[in-house]
């Protein structure tokens, strides 16, 4: 039986590093073993935040892989201003560590470049993909964003091809976002941002949430949503898993980017004090941060009680990185605090579930985050404002490393595996 067609429209594409990338890498790795041959749609000349070669190894042998060049106005906004290299990664200065340079670009950023500054690939790839989709059959289009400039292109694409079956894939909500506020837009713009989306909502056949709750506001506002969570490749894990689940210190790893707006700056206090009035503590323990950590938040910690139980290794591949979580004894994630973040799911806890190792939560109340760890018994969830529960929770755990007993009886997690989460994709896309 002859495969159906899937043309997935994706800005990150290995050697893109980060877990944006993974998504639909992943997806397109197990796609062809449920009847489904991936092509994918990606710009020739991208500006990346983050470069993983490691990732290339995924990529499927003969996928088709069709590139076209794009024009993103970043390089120009870093000659202004080098911190707008965080713009890239939705990273933005909060408060007092904002410069007016800071301040305009984020205003330029949110005002003239709506929704983001690769609008400018929406109409050649427009373009060139009417073309294409004349001269080849194509089952399935998705979208994949952000950059939410995509589901533009399949919003003109569907209209164009009525029949064509287009999802558009939120791997992070649009406006629901918590830095959206931060964009410090005027009425006409926010009005603009929300009419297009509201526009991909209702014109696509299928919204892809990654998150229960994403889901559930993105129903309310008009869209035939389903949630596909994140999840974590067998084939990555299980070589690192029995490998390294021993280490002489006990170690707290976070692995990944961490920005100000997401800062358990309570974890820090709280390490803090149990250095400085456990001795054994002391000298067991290690703050291990793996991937690009804001350099206010690293400096801060430095000048604290912690400074000579951390270790930097800065950003490695995807598979040094994992390496890192199976040879750390709990591993920490980290939300931003408002309510109207607790959908977001950081596809990393899915890596994390893989190891069993247990994992420290920091986000609003009743996250999806909360929720799976809960399913799975694979940690805690805590809020911002917490001090002494994570005080005490950090210390049971020492003391049951210490003797030997640090728990790793998480359950249910198998239902977070790509394989089985691309069978359930496969069943959505008929």
């Known amino acids: 039986m002859e495969q159906k067609k899937i043309l997935i429209i994706t800005y990150y594409w290995p050697p893109a590093g980060g877990p944006g990338v993974q998504r639909w890498l992943k997806f397109a790795k197990y796609l062809p073993e449920f009847g489904w041959k991936p092509v994918i749609y990606t710009p020739e ?11 290339l190894k995924d990529i499927p042998e003969n996928i088709e892989i069709v590139r076209t060049k794009i024009w993103e106005p970043y390089q120009l906004a870093e000659k202004l201003n080098k911190s707008n290299k965080k713009f890239k990664a939705g990273q933005f200065d909060v408060g007092k560590n904002q ?3 800071s301040k305009l670009s984020i205003w330029v950023r949110g005002n003239f470049f709506i929704p983001d500054a690769r609008v400018f690939w929406v109409k050649p790839s427009v373009k060139f993909l009417e073309k294409y989709l004349k001269e080849n059959k194509i ?9 939410h400039s995509l589901h533009l292109i399949g919003l003109s694409l569907k209209k164009k091809f009525s029949h064509l079956k287009w999802i558009a894939d939120f791997r992070d909500p649009w406006t629901e976002i918590s830095y959206y506020k931060h964009l410090k837009l005027t009425k006409s713009s926010d009005k603009k941002h929300r009419e297009l989306e509201s526009a991909v909502f209702k014109k696509a056949d299928i919204t892809l949430a990654t998150s229960y709750t994403d889901a ?8 035939n949503a389903i949630c596909i969570t994140n999840g974590f490749d067998e084939s990555d894990t299980s070589k690192n898993t029995v490998e390294h689940s021993q280490n002489p210190k ?10 100000q707006l997401r800062n358990p700056e309570n974890l820090w206090k709280a390490l803090d004090e149990l250095v400085k009035i456990n ?5 067991d323990f290690t703050l ?13 910690i430095e000048n604290s009680s912690l400074k000579n139980n951390i270790q930097n290794l800065g950003y490695l591949s995807h598979d040094k990185a994992i390496e890192e979580m199976a040879k750390s004894s709990l591993l920490l994630i980290t939300n931003f605090p408002n309510e109207s973040s607790k959908g977001i799911i950081p596809g990393k806890i899915f890596e994390y579930l893989a190891t069993g190792k247990q994992i420290i939560s920091f986000g609003p109340d009743k996250a999806d985050v909360s929720k799976i760890l809960d399913e799975t018994k694979a940690g805690k969830h805590f809020g911002y404002d917490d001090y002494q529960t994570i005080k005490d929770f950090i210390l049971e755990k020492f003391e049951l490393w210490r003797n030997g007993n640090l728990d790793k009886n998480t359950q249910n997690i198998e239902q977070f595996s790509r394989k089985n989460l691309t069978k359930k994709l496969a069943e959505i896309l008929g």
């Open 45 to 55: 000349n991208p500006s990346y935040p983050l470069l993983d070669e490691s990732l």
């Open 139 to 147: 089952d399935v289009v998705v979208t994949s964003g952000p950059p």
């Open 279 to 283: 001795t054994d503590f002391a000298k």
């Open 288 to 300: 291990k941060f793996v991937g690009r950590i804001d350099d206010k938040i690293l400096h801060s």
């Open 250 to 259: 006990f170690t707290l790893s976070y692995i990944g980017v961490l920005e």
């Open 216 to 223: 559930q506001n993105f129903s309310k506002n008009g869209a």
């Open 99 to 101: 410069s007016w340079k």
